[in-house]
């Protein structure tokens, strides 16, 4: 009889500690909410946050400014508005400006592309951000150099360079008008005003009047979003021509020099995650991207009669044939 009370006893012990639990897992499950923000049109911010918002269950709100940059601070405030947990702001000054003036305490995590948070006081430093900001942050004016430099590799003849800009790029354009004097190498500025209604036809067609070599296209949301058409003129006016981001090149551009912006963009998630988790901004340090990546296209060179060195192949983290 004893043996069946200590069973019982047992038993009605099992039960009670599996209710509360089996109580919690009947509980429905916060879904956090992500915002995004950004300056141009759909793209690889949002194709890789729609993948890691649907591994993680996570809600995400998508603002696109599609190159109108007044919108943003409207966009970011609709955001906030939605109470997101976290508020993604990529691409350029004016998206994480817009994200800021619309917030103190919700966490931010930047990808920087086009400026320096730290210089302009968005950040305190890289190791310690402070504040409610961190994120990923790239530094263009570096890069600049490196694609000039590299398109003066591929063609070692280059005396005259059309460089194309807007107000997202002001800081590279001086970046590539000093790496051009080291070089040996003229500029002519090739500046874009009134987004989004750029024209790019005009501008190609200033490169050929001035006798333009090459082009570099410096890094702005609204080249990126124009690519297919930049790469058409550049055809069309037989100018071999540099690019920032590597999904050019996959279009059909010459070559591209730059930050792999899909692994920007998943280092921001990881961010995201901790966030989320409860770690605070200000104790997450701003990473920088250490993979860059040259891209080459081989039927694009040997349509503009160009052969590339040996070397620059050897270079070229990818040939595309």
């Known amino acids: 009889m004893w043996l069946k009370t200590i069973g019982l006893v047992v038993t009605l012990a099992l ?3 599996t209710v509360p639990r089996a109580a919690e897992a009947q509980q429905p499950r916060k879904v956090a909410r992500i915002g995004v923000l950004s300056a141009g049109k759909p793209g690889p911010t949002e194709e890789v946050f ?14 696109h400014a599609e190159g109108k940059p007044e919108r943003l601070p409207e966009l970011a405030a609709e955001l906030v508005r939605l109470n997101v947990d976290v508020l993604v702001a990529a691409g350029p000054e004016a998206v ?6 619309a917030t103190q305490t919700i966490p931010i995590v930047m990808i920087a592309v086009d400026y320096d948070p730290i210089a302009l006081g968005y950040i305190a430093g890289l190791p310690r951000p402070g504040g409610n900001i961190t994120g990923v942050f790239l530094r263009q004016i570096e890069v600049t150099g490196k694609c000039l430099e590299l398109l003066k590799d591929a063609l070692p003849q280059l005396t005259r360079v059309a460089v194309l800009w807007d107000g997202h790029a002001a800081d590279q354009f001086r970046a590539a008008a000093e790496a051009a004097r080291g070089l040996g190498v003229q500029v002519h500025s090739l500046a874009l005003a009134n987004p989004p209604a750029y024209d790019f ?36 006016h037989r100018l071999p021509a540099m690019y920032g981001w590597r999904r ?4 059909g551009g010459l070559m591209a020099y730059g930050a792999n912006l899909v692994d ?15 770690v605070k901004p200000a104790d997450l340090p701003v990473e920088q991207p250490t993979k860059f990546e040259l891209v080459l296209n081989l039927k694009t060179a040997q349509a503009l009669g160009i052969t590339f060195p040996p070397m620059l192949l050897v270079l070229a983290d990818e040939v595309i044939q």
Do not use: W
């Not at 050019?248 to 279009?251: C, E, K, Q, R, T």
């Not at 920007?264 to 409860?278: E, P, Q």
């Open 15 to 17: 039960v009670l500690l």
């Open 50 to 63: 729609r993948g890691y918002g649907e591994v993680q269950n996570l809600a995400i709100e998508y603002r």
């Open 96 to 101: 994480l400006r817009a994200a800021r003036d």
């Open 201 to 236: 036809e005009g501008a190609f067609a200033a490169a050929a009047r001035e006798g333009a070599d090459a082009l570099l296209v410096l890094r702005s949301p609204q080249f990126y979003d124009a690519r297919t058409r930049l790469i058409a003129l550049a055809a069309q």
């Open 248 to 251: 050019y090149v996959d279009a």
């Open 264 to 278: 920007m963009n998943r280092r921001a998630t990881t961010y995201v995650d901790k966030i989320l988790r409860g």
